[in-house]
């Protein structure tokens, strides 16, 4: 029998509760997700593209899937972003060389495995040794007033990028894709990240569904009131 595999993304959902189903897609996710990953393989090529064009990729993806719909206000909203979205982006490019972009990884713990893709790139600072960074994507960089928890799916990258880098000096830049400026982090607890990523994988591997409080319950299903529902057969009569 194969050893158990989650995915990254499922990682994440399971760090903020399990039953958690009310996950919703930003409309901007998908262009700026895919532009940002097109701009690192250019990049990784030698090409640095320029602002016009990372626009106009941005538009093109958000133009594709809103179809043949009638372009409302709404509809806007995606090539007014990309003007912010574009500059964004070429300040990215232009401070870090791409060492590969995202890239399949897999991460071996001891409750079973971890799929995901990591992209690595370098830093090379006035006056300082260069240094790698694993990239961490958001569309928005969290609030400060929001209840603040690590981003596992960035801790499971990085790890992967630690097994097989030989580089001893690798941290995380995370990087907003619509909204806020981007921050890295240069020293990452590698024990502890593997402790709380391998207890996570282990719950899941084991099925353990419990609800966990949080920020996601505002927008949530609330499976846990099933709890005070009692059961279809009665048996708390």
Not at 54 to 75: D, H, M, N, Q
Not at 195 to 205: F, Q, S
């Amino acid at each position: 029998m194969g050893r158990f595999v989650l995915s990254e993304s499922e990682l994440q959902r399971h760090s903020v509760c399990p039953l958690f189903d009310g996950v919703e897609v930003h409309p901007m996710e998908q262009p700026a997700e895919q532009t940002f990953r097109w701009a690192l393989r250019e990049r990784h090529s030698g090409v640095i593209r320029p602002v016009t064009d990372l626009r106009a990729r941005f538009v093109e993806i958000w133009a594709k899937a809103w179809g043949a719909a009638a372009k409302t206000s709404e509809y806007w909203k995606g090539p007014n972003m990309a003007r912010s979205y574009g500059r964004r982006l070429y300040e990215f490019l232009l401070n870090l060389e791409v060492i590969h972009p995202f890239q399949p990884y897999e991460l071996k713990l001891g409750a079973g495995l971890v799929r995901g893709e990591n992209a690595l790139v370098l830093c090379r600072p006035a006056r300082q040794e260069p240094y790698q960074l694993v990239v961490n994507t958001y569309l928005r960089r969290p609030q400060p007033d929001v209840l603040r928890v690590p981003n596992y799916r960035g801790l499971a990258q990085w790890l992967a990028a630690r097994d097989q880098s030989e580089s001893v000096d690798i941290g995380i830049v995370n990087m907003p894709l619509i909204y806020g400026d981007r921050w890295t982090v240069r020293n990452v607890d590698e024990a502890l990240a593997r402790t709380w990523i391998n207890a996570i994988v282990k719950t899941a591997a084991e099925n353990l569904m419990f609800p966990r409080a949080g920020k996601q319950c505002e927008t949530c299903s609330q499976p846990c009131k099933k709890v005070t529902s009692g059961q279809n057969d009665h048996r708390w009569r």
